[in-house]
């Protein structure tokens, strides 16, 4: 999942019935977004192995109503999803099914970057699968996500338990094309479709036999995690980086506000900031920074370590200039050298899909209430939010119904009663990680976290050089999946 970026933004440029850009920085919708890569940290000359070319595209004809049976509710639309058998023993061998559940997004992005995959199959020999998820890519019902969203019929089946059961279904369907009845399958997802992934181990345990769910904050409902977990992990990241560049950015909001109020602020910000554009008020440049330093320490990877990198630029700078703005964006620019920078938030079908998500079900309460942040305060304000959603499509979001439906509190006590074969694993450094299992609930249920790690790390390619730590983790997943299969294989008697 990308960074959940500048959502207040996105809010404020899809919603374009908001009548004033008054509300303050983050408040209704400050969840930042998710998504496995940060597409600008980017770098495919280091990753190791190569993307395969045994990619297969299938097209399932899926029930666009799994709960219903009214006439509606038997409408198809074609799912996709792609196959990679180059490594997969064969049915005969009832060799596993690796299955990656897409998230809020086109799945060919992820195909890409799950270097899990390709890097474990062979040893493995199992039979990749890559199933998108529903609304998104070439999996929309109606061939557009603007479209789907503004069809008040439509969107109502835009969620997640249709989404598990599309994958349910498209992974039964491919046993039985397959004749691999007896092949175990292991899914897998990132961000949110890690949430997705270790929920549908939990809903569908005849399905999937386990699941490793990254970086899945499936802890951030229903104020189950402090609204201000997300936050707190960002200011302790910049913290740890550096103590001057936590206390400049910090101090650096008033300063913003103290430039634009003055005549001709908003062009000596724009000025100091190499804005495209000229800034038409300051929240368009705070979200932007905001976003930065969310996005930075959420993917703060090897080699580059985008917070050090932010921070580095502010440490040099302070040297040279009192000034706190020059200190922030030598910073920024540290961090990412453009000849100018674009404030205004690119629309995406993830961004219009993901915000229809967070205004029905997927509703995680993120704000800013800690004193020693480095962001001014923003506390969540449900009301401002419900508002919002209830302007945009006329619905209130319902904050309760994912723990009602997947659980959350007791998590521990709950699921270690009956369920097994989870993986969560995280990066600590990632702000994410204050909404994630972080402690192992059984035998099974395993918590795999790094203290250096950022988000869904762990599944993407291997780069030469990666750290000893970011190997180990990786390696002791698989260790545990090939335990699992072990067992699975020793008690199944095959019929
Ligand atoms: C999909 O399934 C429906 C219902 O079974 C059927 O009417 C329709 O023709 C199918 N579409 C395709 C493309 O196979
Ligand atoms: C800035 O980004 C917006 C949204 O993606 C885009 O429409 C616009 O062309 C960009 N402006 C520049 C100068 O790159
Ligand atoms: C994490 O990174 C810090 C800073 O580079 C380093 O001092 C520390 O040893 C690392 N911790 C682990 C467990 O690798």
Redesign the pocket.
């Known amino acids: 999942m990308q960074t959940m970026r500048r959502s207040l933004v996105q809010w404020l440029l899809i919603a374009t019935f908001f009548t004033s850009r008054t509300m303050s920085m983050g408040s209704p919708n400050r969840t930042p977004r998710l998504s496995p890569i940060d597409q600008r940290l980017r770098d495919p000359n280091t990753v190791l192995a190569s993307v395969s070319s045994d990619h297969e595209t299938f097209f399932y004809?899926q029930t666009l109503d799994h709960f219903n049976y009214q006439p509606k509710s038997?409408t198809?639309f074609?799912q996709r999803y792609v196959i990679n058998s180059k490594w997969w023993g064969g049915a005969h061998t009832n060799a596993p099914i690796f299955a990656y559940f897409g998230a809020e997004g086109p799945i060919d992005q992820d195909i890409n970057i799950l270097g899990f995959f390709p890097e474990n199959a062979p040893r493995f020999n199992a039979l990749l699968v890559y199933i998108e998820h529903r609304f998104y890519g070439q999996s929309n019902p109606v061939g557009s996500m603007a479209d789907s969203v503004k069809n008040k019929n439509l969107r109502g089946y835009f969620n997640s338990a249709q989404a598990l059961a599309d994958y349910a279904e498209v992974l039964q369907h491919i046993k039985k094309k397959l004749h691999a009845h007896n092949s175990p399958i292991i899914v897998i997802g990132g961000s949110y479709g890690g949430m997705l992934a270790s929920w549908f181990r939990l809903k569908y345990p005849h399905i999937a036999f386990g699941a490793l769910a990254s970086s899945a904050p499936i802890l951030y409902f229903d104020h189950l995690t402090p609204e201000d977990g997300y936050y707190s992990v960002v200011t302790n990241d910049f913290k740890e980086a550096s103590e001057n560049c936590y206390t400049t950015i910090r101090k650096s909001w008033d300063e913003i506000q103290k430039v634009a109020s003055m005549p001709h602020g908003l062009a000596i910000l724009s000025q100091k900031f190499k804005t495209c554009a000229p800034l038409k008020n300051s929240i368009d440049l705070t979200n932007y920074l905001d976003s930065t330093y969310a996005s930075a320490a959420q993917y703060n990877a090897p080699p580059k370590y985008p917070t050090s990198q932010i921070c580095q630029g502010i440490d040099a700078a302070s040297k040279s200039t009192t000034d706190i703005l020059d200190r922030v964006f030598a910073g920024v620019s540290a961090y990412q050298q453009k000849s100018c920078y674009n404030m205004t938030e690119q629309v995406s079908q993830t961004s219009i899909g993901w915000r229809w998500q967070s205004c029905s079900e997927i509703v995680m309460p993120i704000g800013i209430t800690s004193k020693v942040s480095m962001f001014p305060s923003s506390p969540y304000n449900p009301q401002e939010f419900i508002d919002n959603c209830k302007k945009i499509y006329g619905v209130t979001p319902r904050a309760h119904w994912a723990t009602t439906y997947y659980g959350g509190y007791d998590i521990r006590m709950v699921l270690s009663k009956f369920a097994s074969n989870i993986i969560f694993s995280n990066g600590l450094k990632d702000p994410y990680s204050s909404a994630g299992v972080l402690e192992d609930i059984s035998d099974t249920i395993l918590a795999v976290k790094t203290t250096n790690g950022s988000h869904c790390l762990d599944i993407l390619s291997s780069r030469l050089g990666d750290p000893d730590w970011l190997i180990k983790q990786r390696q002791l997943e698989v260790q545990i999946i090939k335990n699992w299969l072990k067992k699975y294989y020793l008690n199944h008697i095959f019929g």
Do not use: I, K, L
């Open positions: 004809n038997y198809t074609p």
